[in-house]
T-cell receptor
Framework: EDQVTQSPEALRLQEGESSSLNCSYT??????LFWYRQDPGKGPEFLFT???AGEEKEKERLKATLTKKESFLHITAPKPEDSATYLC?????????FGAGTRLTVKP | NAGVMQNPRHLVRRRGQEARLRCSPV?????VYWYRQLPEEGLKFMVY????????ESGMPKERFSAEFPKEGPSILRIQQVVRGDSAAYFC??????????????FGDGTRLSIL
Protein backbone atom coordinates (compact mmCIF):
# COMPACT_ATOMS: atom_id res chain seq x y z
CA GLU A 1 0.00 0.00 0.00
CA ASP A 2 1.24 3.51 -0.84
CA GLN A 3 2.51 5.32 2.24
CA VAL A 4 3.81 8.80 2.98
CA THR A 5 5.59 9.50 6.27
CA GLN A 6 6.75 12.94 7.35
CA SER A 7 9.24 13.70 10.09
CA PRO A 8 9.55 15.28 12.49
CA GLU A 9 5.92 15.83 13.49
CA ALA A 10 6.85 19.19 14.98
CA LEU A 11 9.95 21.38 14.72
CA ARG A 12 10.80 24.52 16.65
CA LEU A 13 13.57 26.74 15.28
CA GLN A 14 15.09 30.06 16.18
CA GLU A 15 14.94 32.69 13.48
CA GLY A 16 17.94 32.13 11.19
CA GLU A 17 18.42 28.48 12.25
CA SER A 18 18.40 26.37 9.07
CA SER A 19 16.97 22.85 9.05
CA SER A 20 15.32 20.17 6.90
CA LEU A 21 11.97 18.41 6.86
CA ASN A 22 11.75 14.84 5.63
CA CYS A 23 9.12 13.03 3.56
CA SER A 24 9.60 9.28 3.06
CA TYR A 25 7.39 7.46 0.62
CA THR A 26 6.70 3.96 -0.62
CA UNK A 27 4.74 4.02 -3.85
CA UNK A 28 4.78 2.15 -7.12
CA UNK A 29 5.21 4.32 -10.17
CA UNK A 30 5.65 7.80 -8.72
CA UNK A 31 4.22 10.43 -11.05
CA UNK A 32 4.95 13.42 -8.85
CA LEU A 33 5.78 14.52 -5.32
CA PHE A 34 4.24 17.75 -4.04
CA TRP A 35 5.01 20.09 -1.17
CA TYR A 36 2.33 22.33 0.29
CA ARG A 37 2.22 24.85 3.11
CA GLN A 38 -0.87 25.07 5.31
CA ASP A 39 -1.62 27.90 7.71
CA PRO A 40 -4.20 27.47 10.53
CA GLY A 41 -7.75 27.76 9.22
CA LYS A 42 -6.60 27.79 5.59
CA GLY A 43 -6.30 25.36 2.75
CA PRO A 44 -2.95 23.95 1.57
CA GLU A 45 -0.94 26.34 -0.58
CA PHE A 46 1.10 24.78 -3.37
CA LEU A 47 4.90 25.14 -3.14
CA PHE A 48 6.69 22.64 -5.40
CA THR A 49 6.31 19.63 -7.66
CA UNK A 50 9.18 17.17 -8.11
CA UNK A 51 8.96 14.51 -10.79
CA UNK A 52 12.17 12.48 -10.77
CA ALA A 53 15.05 11.55 -8.48
CA GLY A 54 17.77 14.15 -8.46
CA GLU A 55 15.42 17.03 -9.19
CA GLU A 56 15.61 20.18 -7.06
CA LYS A 57 13.34 23.24 -6.84
CA GLU A 58 13.90 26.51 -4.97
CA LYS A 59 11.70 29.36 -3.85
CA GLU A 60 13.01 32.08 -1.56
CA ARG A 61 14.24 30.33 1.62
CA LEU A 62 12.88 26.93 0.61
CA LYS A 63 14.55 24.20 -1.42
CA ALA A 64 13.01 20.83 -2.19
CA THR A 65 14.98 17.76 -3.27
CA LEU A 66 13.93 14.27 -4.32
CA THR A 67 15.50 10.81 -4.19
CA LYS A 68 13.95 7.46 -5.02
CA LYS A 69 12.71 7.01 -1.46
CA GLU A 70 12.38 10.44 0.10
CA SER A 71 12.17 14.15 -0.33
CA PHE A 72 13.62 16.92 1.79
CA LEU A 73 12.39 20.45 2.26
CA HIS A 74 15.36 22.56 3.31
CA ILE A 75 14.66 25.85 5.04
CA THR A 76 17.53 28.31 5.04
CA ALA A 77 17.62 31.12 7.61
CA PRO A 78 13.90 30.85 8.42
CA LYS A 79 11.79 33.77 9.54
CA PRO A 80 8.76 33.73 11.87
CA GLU A 81 6.46 34.06 8.84
CA ASP A 82 7.68 30.64 7.70
CA SER A 83 5.79 29.11 10.65
CA ALA A 84 3.16 26.75 9.23
CA THR A 85 2.44 23.07 8.67
CA TYR A 86 4.27 21.68 5.65
CA LEU A 87 2.56 18.84 3.83
CA CYS A 88 4.07 16.33 1.45
CA UNK A 89 1.94 14.40 -1.05
CA UNK A 90 2.66 11.77 -3.68
CA UNK A 91 0.75 10.90 -6.80
CA UNK A 92 1.11 7.49 -8.38
CA UNK A 93 -2.28 6.47 -9.67
CA UNK A 94 -5.41 8.53 -9.51
CA UNK A 95 -5.42 9.89 -5.98
CA UNK A 96 -2.97 12.16 -4.23
CA UNK A 97 -1.79 10.69 -0.91
CA PHE A 98 -0.76 13.10 1.84
CA GLY A 99 1.53 12.75 4.82
CA ALA A 100 0.41 14.01 8.23
CA GLY A 101 2.63 17.08 7.96
CA THR A 102 5.42 18.77 9.91
CA ARG A 103 4.34 21.66 12.12
CA LEU A 104 7.11 24.27 11.96
CA THR A 105 7.41 27.08 14.48
CA VAL A 106 10.07 29.75 14.01
CA LYS A 107 10.72 31.92 17.05
CA PRO A 108 12.03 35.48 16.62
CA ASN B 1 -8.15 35.31 -10.84
CA ALA B 2 -10.30 33.74 -8.19
CA GLY B 3 -8.98 30.58 -6.58
CA VAL B 4 -11.06 27.67 -5.37
CA MET B 5 -14.07 28.98 -3.46
CA GLN B 6 -15.77 26.91 -0.82
CA ASN B 7 -18.88 27.72 1.15
CA PRO B 8 -19.96 27.83 3.77
CA ARG B 9 -16.73 28.22 5.72
CA HIS B 10 -18.36 26.88 8.84
CA LEU B 11 -21.41 24.62 9.06
CA VAL B 12 -23.12 23.36 12.18
CA ARG B 13 -25.62 20.52 11.96
CA ARG B 14 -27.45 18.34 14.45
CA ARG B 15 -27.19 14.58 14.24
CA GLY B 16 -29.50 13.22 11.55
CA GLN B 17 -29.57 16.40 9.45
CA GLU B 18 -28.09 16.84 6.00
CA ALA B 19 -24.95 18.82 5.19
CA ARG B 20 -24.31 20.30 1.75
CA LEU B 21 -20.84 21.63 0.99
CA ARG B 22 -20.20 23.65 -2.15
CA CYS B 23 -17.05 24.15 -4.18
CA SER B 24 -16.40 26.39 -7.18
CA PRO B 25 -13.11 25.42 -8.86
CA VAL B 26 -10.57 27.75 -10.37
CA UNK B 27 -11.99 29.17 -13.61
CA UNK B 28 -11.11 26.82 -16.44
CA UNK B 29 -10.44 23.81 -14.19
CA UNK B 30 -12.67 20.85 -14.96
CA UNK B 31 -11.22 18.40 -12.41
CA VAL B 32 -12.39 18.57 -8.79
CA TYR B 33 -11.26 16.62 -5.75
CA TRP B 34 -12.68 16.42 -2.23
CA TYR B 35 -10.60 15.68 0.86
CA ARG B 36 -11.32 15.32 4.54
CA GLN B 37 -8.96 16.46 7.30
CA LEU B 38 -9.17 15.57 10.97
CA PRO B 39 -7.14 17.50 13.59
CA GLU B 40 -3.45 16.53 13.57
CA GLU B 41 -4.01 14.26 10.55
CA GLY B 42 -3.21 14.58 6.89
CA LEU B 43 -5.76 15.08 4.17
CA LYS B 44 -7.62 11.95 3.14
CA PHE B 45 -8.80 11.64 -0.45
CA MET B 46 -12.55 11.13 -0.84
CA VAL B 47 -13.64 11.59 -4.44
CA TYR B 48 -12.48 12.85 -7.82
CA UNK B 49 -14.94 14.30 -10.32
CA UNK B 50 -14.76 15.65 -13.81
CA UNK B 51 -17.63 17.69 -15.22
CA UNK B 52 -20.81 15.60 -14.79
CA UNK B 53 -18.85 12.41 -13.99
CA UNK B 54 -17.53 10.71 -10.88
CA UNK B 55 -14.13 9.30 -11.85
CA UNK B 56 -12.91 7.84 -8.54
CA GLU B 57 -14.95 7.59 -5.33
CA SER B 58 -12.77 5.01 -3.62
CA GLY B 59 -12.16 7.21 -0.56
CA MET B 60 -15.79 8.11 0.05
CA PRO B 61 -17.99 6.08 2.41
CA LYS B 62 -20.57 4.10 0.46
CA GLU B 63 -23.44 5.21 2.65
CA ARG B 64 -24.70 8.72 3.39
CA PHE B 65 -22.04 10.47 1.25
CA SER B 66 -22.50 11.59 -2.33
CA ALA B 67 -20.82 14.07 -4.64
CA GLU B 68 -21.69 15.75 -7.92
CA PHE B 69 -20.15 18.24 -10.33
CA PRO B 70 -22.90 19.38 -12.70
CA LYS B 71 -22.35 20.95 -16.08
CA GLU B 72 -23.35 24.31 -14.62
CA GLY B 73 -22.66 25.37 -11.07
CA PRO B 74 -20.43 24.28 -8.24
CA SER B 75 -19.46 20.82 -7.11
CA ILE B 76 -21.50 19.59 -4.14
CA LEU B 77 -20.49 17.17 -1.40
CA ARG B 78 -23.60 15.94 0.37
CA ILE B 79 -23.69 14.13 3.67
CA GLN B 80 -27.02 12.71 4.73
CA GLN B 81 -28.04 11.83 8.29
CA VAL B 82 -24.85 13.27 9.76
CA VAL B 83 -23.21 11.67 12.80
CA ARG B 84 -20.67 13.06 15.27
CA GLY B 85 -17.85 11.29 13.44
CA ASP B 86 -18.51 13.41 10.35
CA SER B 87 -17.11 16.46 12.16
CA ALA B 88 -14.02 17.50 10.21
CA ALA B 89 -12.65 20.03 7.76
CA TYR B 90 -13.60 19.25 4.17
CA PHE B 91 -11.37 20.63 1.45
CA CYS B 92 -11.97 20.92 -2.24
CA UNK B 93 -9.20 21.16 -4.82
CA UNK B 94 -9.14 21.62 -8.58
CA UNK B 95 -6.71 21.12 -11.45
CA UNK B 96 -6.79 21.92 -15.16
CA UNK B 97 -5.95 18.35 -16.14
CA UNK B 98 -6.47 14.94 -14.57
CA UNK B 99 -4.25 13.37 -11.90
CA UNK B 100 -2.37 11.13 -14.31
CA UNK B 101 -0.59 14.27 -15.53
CA UNK B 102 0.61 14.89 -11.95
CA UNK B 103 -0.25 18.57 -11.95
CA UNK B 104 -0.58 20.39 -8.64
CA UNK B 105 -4.03 20.68 -7.18
CA UNK B 106 -5.17 24.08 -5.93
CA PHE B 107 -7.12 24.07 -2.69
CA GLY B 108 -9.89 26.13 -1.20
CA ASP B 109 -9.92 27.17 2.45
CA GLY B 110 -12.31 24.40 3.41
CA THR B 111 -15.61 23.96 5.17
CA ARG B 112 -15.44 23.17 8.87
CA LEU B 113 -18.34 20.90 9.69
CA SER B 114 -19.41 20.52 13.31
CA ILE B 115 -22.05 18.03 14.38
CA LEU B 116 -23.90 18.70 17.62
Amino acid sequence: EDQVTQSPEALRLQEGESSSLNCSYTVSGLRGLFWYRQDPGKGPEFLFTLYSAGEEKEKERLKATLTKKESFLHITAPKPEDSATYLCAVQAGGDMRFGAGTRLTVKP
Amino acid sequence: NAGVMQNPRHLVRRRGQEARLRCSPVKGHSHVYWYRQLPEEGLKFMVYLQKENIIDESGMPKERFSAEFPKEGPSILRIQQVVRGDSAAYFCASSPEGPLNAQPQHFGDGTRLSIL
